[in-house]
Nanobody, 121 residues
Framework: QVQLVESGGGLVQPGGSLRLSCAAS????????VAWFRQAPGKERERVGC???????VYRNSVKGRFTFSRDNAKTTVYLQMSSLKPEDTAVYYC???????????????WGQGTQVTVSS
C-alpha cells in the first residue's frame, strides 16, 4: 500500500464546507482506488466513500449529496470536498489507497495521522 498524507481539516460551523486532501508521495494515485474513512471518538472507523481509478464513486448514505471526490491533474492528490457539514461529521478523517479495489477499513495495513474535522458552532 502506498503512503498517504491527509490534510485540510479544521473547525467549521454547521452548514460550512471544507476540502480535505489525500496526497501521495513518490507515487501517482491515478491507478489506485482511494477511500476516505473517518473515526469519531468512541466509534469505529467507517468508510465515507471511495473513488476508483476509472472515476466511479460510492458514498455512504449519510454523506450522499454533501461530499464529493475529485483528483488533481497530476493524479497525486485526491480531494474530499465536504459541504453542508453537520456536527455528526466531526471525526478524524483518513484516506487509504488500493491498486485493485476500494479498501475496507479492515484491509488497510497502515494508516496515516489523519486530519481532524470539527463541526461546531
Amino acid at each position: 500500500q502506498v503512503q498517504l498524507v491527509e490534510s485540510g481539516g479544521g473547525l467549521v460551523q454547521p452548514g460550512g464546507s471544507l476540502r480535505l486532501s489525500c496526497a501521495a508521495s513518490g507515487f501517482t494515485l491515478g491507478d489506485y482506488a482511494v477511500a476516505w474513512f473517518r473515526q469519531a471518538p468512541g466509534k469505529e472507523r467507517e468508510r465515507v466513500g471511495c473513488v476508483t481509478s476509472d472515476g466511479s464513486t460510492v458514498y455512504r448514505n449519510s454523506v450522499k449529496g454533501r461530499f464529493t471526490f475529485s483528483r488533481d491533474n497530476a493524479k497525486t492528490t485526491v480531494y474530499l470536498q465536504m459541504s453542508s457539514l453537520k456536527p455528526e461529521d466531526t471525526a478524524v478523517y483518513y484516506c487509504a489507497a488500493d491498486r485493485w479495489a476500494c479498501p475496507d477499513a479492515g484491509e488497510v495495513v497502515s494508516w496515516g495521522q489523519g486530519t481532524q474535522v470539527t463541526v461546531s458552532s
